[in-house]
């Protein structure tokens, strides 16, 4: 109890940048209120002449948190709908997360980027911007730092995504009377899901497709979510293994390599599932959704405070130039194969 009476200073300041921030992500969703809660945090964290007394709580948030709201973000996913429909676009979804995983790592050799940006970046870029990097960054044990750079590159693509996409696709020529071809573009090349959204929203109002294009895009986006899956824990895997050689052992211990919270987070999945599968309505989980989401904003409230923004600026051409080149391959990669299966 005393052990918690120190975090409440901390996690109250993040609730103090965290509220603010939400309200203004539903203003401006293509910015979204994790970007807001992390550009609050490091205004901040260079206003702080002091802060040990916030440091346990602010620590908890960017930590526990965090991985509190990757488990609840598992009630928004019904993996009846999700398998039946994104069967479609597996094959495009599996190309372009390994494109976009390939690129990190080569990049990170060429340019010497450090291995938890890279690793952020790539899984940010393919899956599902700040989630992924919400789910990833516990299992390899990422800085707060190297989360700020991530998700400040993400955010950077997201915006550029959500403005130029539409005009990419009408010159691209994807169908004006069906939304599905731009929605599987949209849901397997745009990195966030705000961003995706708001890219298959501004189709179907330019074409008058109703919502044909955000449903299936949404769709799309959610099976790209599951990669969370086996991601985090071939990561989980591959750094114990690591650790394991370095300190002279097998370094594959069960209680290591699993991430409990994934397990979480499956077990939120299944739930939900059979819940809605036995006739609950899916509406019933919209708050857990809603929360899950509101955790994110916390979380990277608390980051924010522990970035060093000096370091973040000095350090960011790297991070943004391996940003763009997983963008460009991901879009690339998603307009080949769906020239290859006959959408485009």
């Keep these: 109890m005393e052990s918690f009476k120190k975090k409440i200073p901390g996690i109250l300041m993040c609730f103090a940048v965290a509220i603010p921030a939400w309200f203004l992500g539903k203003k401006f969703p293509v910015v979204g209120g994790p970007v807001f809660g992390l550009l609050i945090g490091m205004v901040l964290a260079l206003l702080y002449r002091s802060k040990e007394k916030l440091d346990p709580g602010i620590s908890f948030v960017s930590q526990k948190i965090l991985q509190a709201a990757v488990v609840f973000l598992g009630f928004g996913l019904n993996l009846n709908v999700v398998l039946a429909t994104g069967k479609q676009s597996l094959p495009i979804i599996v190309c372009t997360i390994s494109t976009s995983l390939i690129i990190a790592y080569v990049m990170m050799k060429v340019l010497h980027i450090d291995g938890n940006t890279a690793t952020l970046i790539g899984v940010g870029s393919s899956i599902c911007g700040g989630s992924a990097i919400a789910a990833t960054a516990p299992v390899i044990h990422a800085s707060d730092e190297e989360v700020s750079r991530a998700i400040s590159t993400i955010f950077l693509f997201n915006a550029m995504a959500a403005v130029l996409f539409p005009a990419i696709g009408q010159a691209l020529g994807f169908s004006t009377t069906s939304g599905e071809g731009f929605g599987i573009f949209a849901g397997t090349?745009?990195?966030?899901?705000?961003?995706?959204t708001a890219a298959a929203s501004t189709w179907d109002s330019m074409w008058g497709l109703g919502t044909q294009t955000l449903d299936k895009a949404v769709t799309v986006k959610l099976t790209r979510t599951l990669a969370i899956i086996p991601i985090t824990l071939i990561l989980a895997f591959y750094r114990s293994r690591k650790n394991g050689k370095q300190s002279g052992g097998s370094g594959v211990q069960a209680g290591k390599v699993f991430p409990m919270f994934i397990l979480w987070f499956v077990l939120a999945s299944v739930f939900t599932t059979i819940c809605v599968h036995f006739g609950v309505s899916e509406s019933v989980f919209s708050p857990?959704?809603?929360?899950?989401?509101?955790?994110?904003?916390?979380?990277?409230?608390?980051?924010?405070?522990?970035?060093n923004v000096v370091q973040l600026v000095r350090k960011g051409g790297k991070p943004i130039l391996l940003g763009a080149c997983c963008w460009a391959g991901i879009t690339c990669v998603s307009l080949l194969m769906q020239h290859v299966m006959g959408i485009l």
């Design 189 to 196: 090349a745009v990195n966030d899901t705000s961003s995706v």
């Design 288 to 307: 857990l959704k809603q929360l899950s989401k509101f955790m994110i904003v916390l979380a990277m409230a608390a980051i924010g405070q522990n970035t």
